[in-house]
C-alpha cells in the first residue's frame, strides 16, 4: 500500500491559483508514476496530469488543462504537486492523487489505478 495524502484545496475566484500537494505517508514512492485526477459532480472521474517516476520526469495532461496545469514533483520530500493557474469555474471538482507502477501516459484510465488518496475540493467560483 502507498498511502496518499492530498492537501492544498479551497475555493478560489476565476483566475485565480492553487497549488495542490500529494505526500506519501510511510513509505517513498520515487519508483512510482504520480497522477492526479478529479471528478466533478454527477460526472465521471477523470485523468488530469501525469508524471514519470524517473529523472526524465516526462509528464502528460488532459487537453482540458494543458497550458494552466503543471505537474511536479520532489522525490527526496516524497511529494507531487499540481500548480493550476488562471481557474476557471468547470475545473471545480474533488481532486485525487492517484500512484501507479506502470506508465500509461495520458489515457491512464481510473479503474487501472493502483493507489488512490482521499481527495481534496477545489472550488472555482466566477
Known amino acids: 500500500q502507498v498511502p496518499l495524502v492530498e492537501s492544498g484545496g479551497g475555493l478560489v475566484q476565476a483566475g485565480g491559483s492553487l497549488r495542490l500537494s500529494c505526500v506519501a505517508s510511510g513509505r517513498p514512492f520515487n519508483d512510482y508514476h504520480v497522477g492526479w485526477f478529479r471528478q466533478a459532480p454527477g460526472k465521471e472521474r477523470e485523468f488530469v496530469a501525469l508524471?514519470?517516476?524517473?529523472?526524465?520526469?516526462?509528464?502528460h495532461y488532459a487537453d482540458s488543462v494543458k497550458g494552466r496545469f503543471t505537474i511536479s514533483r520532489d522525490n527526496a520530500k516524497n511529494t507531487v504537486y499540481l500548480q493550476m493557474d488562471s481557474l476557471k469555474p468547470e475545473d471545480t471538482a474533488v481532486y485525487y492523487c492517484?500512484?501507479?507502477?506502470?506508465?500509461?501516459?495520458?489515457?491512464?484510465?481510473?479503474?487501472?489505478?493502483?493507489?488512490w488518496g482521499q481527495g481534496t475540493q477545489v472550488t472555482v467560483s466566477s
Open positions: 508524471i514519470n517516476w524517473s529523472a526524465i520526469r516526462a509528464t
Open positions: 492517484a500512484a501507479d507502477r506502470t506508465w500509461y501516459g495520458n489515457g491512464w484510465p481510473p479503474s487501472y489505478v493502483d493507489h
